[in-house]
């Protein structure tokens, strides 16, 4: 099974051909700019497209702090993501509360645990809209 940095590697390699299709859901690659080093930080994503849009999780397993791919993504909202074989400049922002309730149906459909990391963590877990440039 594919996880963390080779997950990316074998991804990139092959165009999502190895990675895209996890545990019988997809994942895509997002890639931030570091807030600290400036450098680019891919991570690998569950997603689902909403509209012209896609949704990813920032549950971090329902740890108390936010992932450091959405702190980055906080501080610099321009970001690539990758379906398969289409990279793509993108602007990334968390869902407003309006749209949240939605969203959070459509990201625990693909991916039960969600509702179970929420009840680990007070924070409330952030569901980031990606939207192409």
Known sequence: ?????EHVTRYIETDGEEGHDWQGTTVAILTTKGRK???PRSTPLIYQPYGDAYLVVASKGGAD???LWYRNLEAEPEVEFQIKGDRFKAHARTATPEERPDMWRTMTATWPA???YATKTDREIPIVVIERV
Request: proline fraction near 7%; glycine fraction near 14%.
């Open 114 to 116: 969600y509702d179970e």
């Open 1 to 5: 099974m594919l996880f963390g940095q």
């Open 65 to 67: 702090e936010h992932p």
């Open 37 to 39: 080093s400036g450098r």
